[in-house]
């Protein structure tokens, strides 16, 4: 009824893998995340299996969901990660992914962050993706000042439309990401003049949730243009990073096949002889998770009603930000037969943006059942908030019959924990 193998119906009740959901939410509460190792492998496996036989390294973005029990699953698949930040950076480090693997993206890069990168492990992480001509030569000073020389890939915005939501759209000329393409022999002279810079590779991400395969094909082939121009004027490309962006299926969308996808590298990137970094990040994780909620009230509104659940935007922003759908489903099968209903799903914010859904078709609900929102393990925990000092859900991981809090939920003196009043409070009054 989910269409996810791992999160299905068994004797009427939503299980995950072979966990009844009503036991997580006994020993966890809701609201709180709920991941299935299973998936989070198949999922890998599934890109891992399709890139067989290519030097490919597959660094998880993992932005989408950090939890360090996450990256230690993916960790012991063979995956590396894709960090964005020097905490990111330390999260990958911690949960075991050798620098080695890991490779440094983001505009904004700070000194320090470059220090982190360089220093990771005493050998460096294998590649910083640079953005910029500005930043290429601040990560040339830090490399000399520890002399040693930055491995880099200059992010290239091959300008496709990957017809995608606008605020995850990255390769258009207009976004900030990336050096043009008509302008990467300039910079790739520039960072081969560098005393700190080693040039590698040649890196594009040009969105994310792509469903249709077409905008890689193009990226492919402008890519592939430029590595033999590149090589041709003297550099030695090693490898191609071909960013993220697989797209999974929320709603009704086709998620794009693996195995296609690598057909476009085999046809387009291998006949340049280069190894391959892929960084999908939502591919990997946003099916294998799910937000459980318990609906709190029915309220009976002069036109609607709405299901109020002790979930909000705080724990899942992506309805709020993108206009995103997500399918949500009863933790209790519904009676055969049972009729739907349009409901507005909302949370307990003080904030009208605070909705799941609008008019969604639903079976009969009452105060105090559960619910599952799909499609939660990417871009949900990791962007969650403690708005409204609500605290952060608590993270659960499946794994067959037996589940892990992986996260639990803090208390209000943990939440507070960085707090401290300042000391003119305590002074006598006068
Ligand atoms: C966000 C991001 C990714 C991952 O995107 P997904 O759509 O989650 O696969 C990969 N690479 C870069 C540079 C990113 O910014």
Same mark, same amino acid.
Request: with cysteine; charged share 20%.
């Given at each position: 009824?989910? $269409? =996810? ?27 709180? !995340?709920?991941?299935?190792? @299973? ?9 891992? @299996? ?9 660094? !998880? ?9 996450? =990256? ?5 698949? $063979? ?11 330390? =999260? ?7 620098? $080695? ?46 002399? &040693? ?10 300008? &496709? ?53 077409? #905008? ?22 090693? *490898?191609?990073?071909? $960013? ?14 693996? %195995? ?10 291998? #006949? ?17 998770? /799910? ?5 709190? !009230? ?23 930000? !993108? ?36 008019? *969604?078709?639903?079976? #009969?609900? &009452?105060?105090?059942?559960? /619910?599952?929102? /799909? ?34 939920? #803090? ?17 006598? %009054?006068?």
């Amino acid at each position: 009824m989910t $269409g =996810l193998p791992w999160f299905d119906y068994r004797d009427g009740v939503l299980h995950a893998e072979g966990v009844n959901l009503h036991a997580i939410a006994e020993a966890v509460g809701t609201p709180a !995340y709920v991941y299935s190792s @299973d998936a989070l492998t198949r999922q890998y496996r599934s890109l891992a @299996d399709a890139f067989a036989g290519i030097d490919c390294l597959i660094a !998880y973005a993992m932005k989408a969901n950090s939890n360090l029990s996450v =990256l230690r699953h993916f960790g012991s698949l $063979g995956a590396g990660a894709d960090v964005v930040s020097g905490g990111e950076l330390q =999260l990958a480090m911690k949960a075991g992914i050798p620098p $080695g693997k890991i490779i440094f993206a983001g505009v904004g890069k700070t000194r320090a962050e470059m220090m982190l990168g360089l220093k990771a492990g005493n050998t460096g992480i294998a590649q910083f993706n640079v953005e910029s001509e500005a930043e290429l030569q601040v990560l040339s000073e830090v490399a000399s000042s520890l002399g &040693v020389k930055a491995p880099v890939a200059i992010r290239i915005n091959p300008d &496709v439309d990957a017809k995608t939501h606008k605020k995850i759209t990255t390769g258009k000329a207009e976004n900030k990401f990336g050096i043009s393409y008509r302008r990467a022999s300039e910079v790739y002279a520039l960072a081969a003049g560098l005393p700190g810079i080693e040039v590698v590779g040649v890196h594009v991400h040009i969105g994310s949730q792509l469903t249709d395969l077409a #905008p890689y094909e193009d990226t492919f082939i402008r890519l592939a243009e430029l590595v033999t121009a590149l090589r041709a004027a003297g550099h030695n490309i090693r *490898r191609v990073d071909l $960013g993220g962006g697989l797209g999974i299926r929320y709603d009704d969308e086709t998620a794009p096949d693996p %195995q296609l996808y690598a057909a476009m590298v085999r046809k387009h990137i291998l #006949p340049l002889g280069i190894a391959v970094a892929l960084e999908p990040g939502r591919f990997l994780v946003g099916n294998a998770g /799910l937000l459980l909620t318990r609906v709190e !009230y029915v309220k009976q509104a002069e036109e609607k009603t709405f299901l109020i659940l002790d979930s909000g935007m705080n724990d899942l922003i992506r309805p709020a930000m !993108y206009e995103a759908f997500h399918r949500i489903v009863p933790v209790k099968a519904p009676e055969n037969g049972a009729e739907l209903a349009p409901v507005d799903i909302v949370g307990p914010i003080c904030e009208t943006g605070d909705t799941f859904a609008e008019g *969604r078709p639903m079976p #009969p609900v &009452v105060a105090g059942d559960l /619910l599952a929102i /799909l499609s939660a393990g990417a871009y949900s925990s990791a962007m969650a908030s403690t708005y409204n000092a609500r605290p952060l859900a608590p993270e659960v991981l499946v794994h067959g019959d037996r589940f892990a809090i992986v996260r639990r939920r #803090p208390s209000i003196d943990e939440m507070t924990a960085l707090e401290t009043m300042p000391g003119w409070f305590s002074e006598a %009054q006068g």
